[in-house]
């Protein structure tokens, strides 16, 4: 195991190093409570975050609940993850102005995005963060994504209580923060532990009242660290998973989650590791300007898989099979990891609570033990 060095803050100082991010010029985004669920808003003081509240997350259903204490961190994830931040769901890559008689003058320029201090950060959602990195950084170059990432400081909060829809410790992602973090917070009664992930976080450490924490309180993280892993919502075998699901193109049950699935794209906009956009053009009336919008697509609609001559994906089973074997196995092939982070957010807010965890596992299990019995076969044919 890492050996972490943890620093232990007064919960009160969380306010200070507000003051300090927004003092430098950040904008300081948080989860708060907005229609009825706990998403990532700008907030500037912790009396916007969602003191005292927990969420109650399954299939489906989402819901709001008091807690019996004042935890600033008791609850997971909500719908919105920081993807709507650093891939907003709307914006212009360019335009173009009439100039003269014949000419025009090429806007080029994105909006510059702003500094982000992303608080309260999980462990998934760090992880998104690096996969969207292998998407907007590595396969292609995104200016606006680049520079909105590069500059933000992460200050994460590690998951002592997984939802129920949770599953990042299948998918290795969770629920402690192991990187991308400049620091990783553990709440506890009236106090945080604090790990340092960078040097600018270092720095904001030492700007605010700090100790080093005790023995016994950084064992109390790891043992709160390992019961969460225990007590996962979900949990989802990974073993030979891509392999399997690629076999399995022609798996009857993708027909079976294809009676259910209304193709109404919810769990892509809600994952915080899809990236699928559309391009529209749009022009004034008056022939002197035009734009180009880039907005949020869907593999789950059926224009998305429009090509000249028809439709490559033309049956709501043939868009969610692509949609999990693209997070399940081909993600691997081309940028490397999957592209499921186990945050659970496409079961919580989908409508008719299809599970990607239960969907993989019917295939899955279905063709392992297909293939343990016809390796039984086998030995029985070798031994006899
Ligand atoms: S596929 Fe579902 S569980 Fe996995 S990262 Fe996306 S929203 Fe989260
Ligand atoms: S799986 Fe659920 S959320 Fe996704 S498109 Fe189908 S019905 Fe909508």
């Not at 520079?147 to 998918?171: D, H, L, Q, W």
């Not at 192991?178 to 553990?186: E, V, Y």
Request: hydrophobic share 35%; charged share 25%; glycine share 8%.
């Amino acid at each position: 195991m890492k050996n972490r060095v943890l620093y232990t803050i007064d919960k009160r100082e969380l306010d200070k190093l507000i003051g300090i991010l927004v003092r430098d010029g950040f904008k300081v985004v948080g989860p708060t409570i907005r229609d009825g669920a706990i998403t990532y808003e700008e907030i500037e003081s912790t009396r916007q975050l969602p003191v005292g509240w927990t969420d109650e997350q399954e299939a489906g259903k989402y819901r709001l609940k008091r807690r019996d204490d004042d935890n600033l961190f008791g609850y997971v994830v909500g719908p919105h993850s920081l993807k709507k931040f650093l891939f907003p769901p709307k914006q212009r890559l360019f335009g173009i102005k009439k100039s003269g008689e014949d000419g025009f003058v090429f806007e080029a320029r994105q909006p510059e995005p702003p500094r982000y201090a992303f608080l309260g950060v999980r462990a998934c959602d760090l992880a998104a963060v690096d996969v969207q990195d292998r998407v907007f950084k590595q396969a292609m170059s995104d200016p606006y994504y680049a520079k909105a990432r590069n500059e933000a400081i992460f200050i994460a909060v590690n998951c002592p209580e997984p939802g129920g829809t949770c599953f990042c410790a299948s998918m290795g992602t969770g629920p402690r923060c192991s990187t991308g973090f400049d620091i990783a917070l553990t709440e506890l009664k009236t106090t945080f532990t604090a790990e340092v992930g960078s040097t600018r976080g270092q720095e904001l450490i030492e700007a605010l009242e700090h100790e080093t924490t005790d023995a016994n309180t950084s064992h109390l993280v790891d043992l709160m660290m390992d019961i969460a892993s225990e007590h996962m919502g979900r949990s989802l075998d990974t073993n030979d998973l891509p392999s399997i699901l690629l076999e399995n193109l022609q798996h009857h049950h993708w027909s079976d989650v294809a009676k259910r699935c209304m193709s109404c794209a919810n769990c892509t906009f809600a994952c915080p590791t899809c990236f699928c956009s559309n391009i529209e053009d749009q022009t004034d009336l008056t022939g002197e300007h035009a734009e180009r919008w880039r907005t949020w697509g869907s593999c789950f609609t059926l224009e998305f898989s429009y090509h000249t001559g028809g439709y490559s994906r033309s049956s709501p089973a043939a868009r969610y099979r692509q949609w999990l074997t693209h997070k399940l196995a081909s993600w691997h092939e081309q940028f490397g990891v999957s592209g499921c982070v186990g945050c659970g957010r496409c079961i919580t807010w989908c409508p008719v609570g299809i599970d990607i965890t239960k969907e993989a596992t019917v295939i899955a299990d279905d063709y392992r033990q297909s293939r343990s019995r016809q390796e039984s076969a086998s030995l029985e044919e070798v031994g006899s």
